[in-house]
């Protein structure tokens, strides 16, 4: 395949159909909704670029804590920090994930929010003690973790 075919595939934020849409409004308002739209992409750049620096901050602490987990005391909670880490790396890396598809398709998906959402649940999982939690608490994360796994596989059905 070719660049330029690839690139036909993508899909444009501004096609003439998406356009028609807005064949009522003044020149005026077509303006402020240009800018608008232009806004929103400059800021959701900005967002993809911080993002994309806090991931590589986390991985380089994950690398680190690594490093020096025999100098740790307890190597159980070095592992447990390490993981801790690593999560919330996966969690910004799947928050970057939805803002680049949003370049890619002109839409917000919802799976890697989802996806996201699980694993800072996880990463919750890891740090609380279960033996401390009152008993509504345990009930109210496990349903959480229970609806976020039914959207997950809801969304890879619809999607298959």
Not at 72 to 89: A, D, F, K, M, R
Not at 137 to 150: H, P, Q, R, W
Request: net charge negative.
């Amino acid at each position: 395949m070719l660049l330029s075919d690839a690139q036909e595939e993508v899909p444009q934020y501004k096609s003439e159909e998406r356009m028609s849409d807005y064949d009522h409004l003044s020149p005026t308002m077509k303006t402020v909704l240009d800018l608008i739209s232009r806004s929103t992409l400059f800021i959701y750049a900005l967002i993809a670029i911080l993002l994309i620096v806090i991931a590589l901050l986390t991985f380089f602490d994950a690398a680190y804590l690594i490093l020096t987990i025999f100098s740790h005391e307890n190597l159980i909670q070095g592992i447990v920090e390490i993981l801790y880490v690593l999560l919330l790396t996966i969690i910004v890396v799947e928050v970057l994930e939805t803002v680049t598809s949003y370049f890619r398709t002109g839409r917000i998906l919802v799976r890697p929010i989802l996806i996201a959402g699980l694993t800072a649940m996880v990463r919750k999982v890891l740090i609380i003690n279960i033996e401390e939690m009152h008993i509504t608490e345990s009930i109210a994360l496990i349903g959480i973790i229970g609806v976020l796994v039914a959207g997950i596989y809801v969304m890879w059905k619809t999607e298959q």
